[in-house]
């Protein structure tokens, strides 16, 4: 396939640099950025000290100040920006929001420039990188959209909603989106219990059906008993949040899932780090 390019008109960017700036947000976020380059980035997100996602984002090294641009929805800008600002206390370091003519920029498909960052999430969702004034699109945002569903890859504010869910619920586990490595970091405890016991019940995971997928938010039924809701979907294939362990007793009953009628199938994405809970 012939490489595609949009603008992500729904996500924006945070400047972060200052003297303080890669410890500053060592110390906060829940990815490694340490290692951040022109031709790297890092997903992740700024947790709650509960370790619920306050805000997910990728972060790119900035070369113009020393420091980095955090990508952020659109929507989400302002707020993530002030909650920066409150966390700095005595850091050299300076907060605000990028220029609006810089943009996200996301390619992907053959051919893709070997100069570029790959999406720190999965190499097959092409690169993303900054640009400046005008761009040449070859695609849309749907198109996009269509293409990380394909992929089962989740996003904030479409397949869930922030401060309401733990990493593991949206497979960030997974996707590199947690350093555990690294140390310390806001939420690093809760995180890292979860992970060492195994204690994740909710995933994102993909479902499709013969037909249109109802609307996001739809509640997913086994028999008469909501098992989780649904996120984006395109067409007869989408996202949806659930608990694995309802999905898979029901399966193993026999039972079929439901939204708003349409029966769907359940599958986890090849790239998952987990699967399904054993019936015993």
Not at 123 to 148: K, L, P, W
């Amino acid at each position: 396939m012939a490489s595609q390019r949009t603008i992500l008109t729904s996500r924006r960017l945070v400047k972060v640099f200052g003297e303080d700036a890669k410890e500053f947000l060592q110390n906060l976020v829940s990815c490694d950025i340490s290692e951040i380059d022109a031709t790297s980035s890092s997903f992740g997100a700024l947790l709650t000290p509960q370790g619920k996602i306050l805000w997910d984002f990728i972060v790119f090294a900035d070369e113009s100040t020393g420091g980095f641009l955090i990508d952020v929805s659109t929507d989400e800008l302002d707020a993530f920006a002030k909650r920066l600002g409150f966390y700095k206390l005595r850091a050299k370091v300076t907060v605000e929001p990028a220029d609006e003519t810089m943009h996200v920029i996301a390619e992907w498909g053959d051919d893709l420039p070997a100069d570029k960052p790959r999406d720190p999430r999965h190499a097959d969702m092409g690169v993303r990188y900054i640009g400046f004034g005008s761009v040449e699109e070859t695609a849309s945002e749907a198109d996009y959209h269509a293409h990380r569903i394909e992929l089962g890859i989740p996003q904030s504010g479409l397949d869930f909603q922030l401060a309401d869910v733990f990493p593991h619920d949206t497979d960030m586990d997974s996707l590199n989106g947690v350093a555990f490595s690294k140390g310390c970091f806001i939420g690093q405890e809760v995180v890292s219990r979860m992970k060492h016991r195994g204690t994740a019940r909710k995933r994102i995971i993909k479902v499709s059906a013969e037909s249109a997928l109802p609307a996001a938010g739809s509640d997913v039924l086994a028999g008469e008993k909501s098992v989780g809701t649904l996120g984006s979907s395109q067409g007869d294939n989408g996202l949806a949040l659930l608990r694995l362990d309802r999905v898979k007793t029901a399966m193993d009953a026999g039972m079929t899932l439901t939204s708003e009628g349409v029966t769907l199938t359940p599958s986890i994405q090849e790239w998952a780090s987990f699967n399904w809970p054993s019936s015993n």
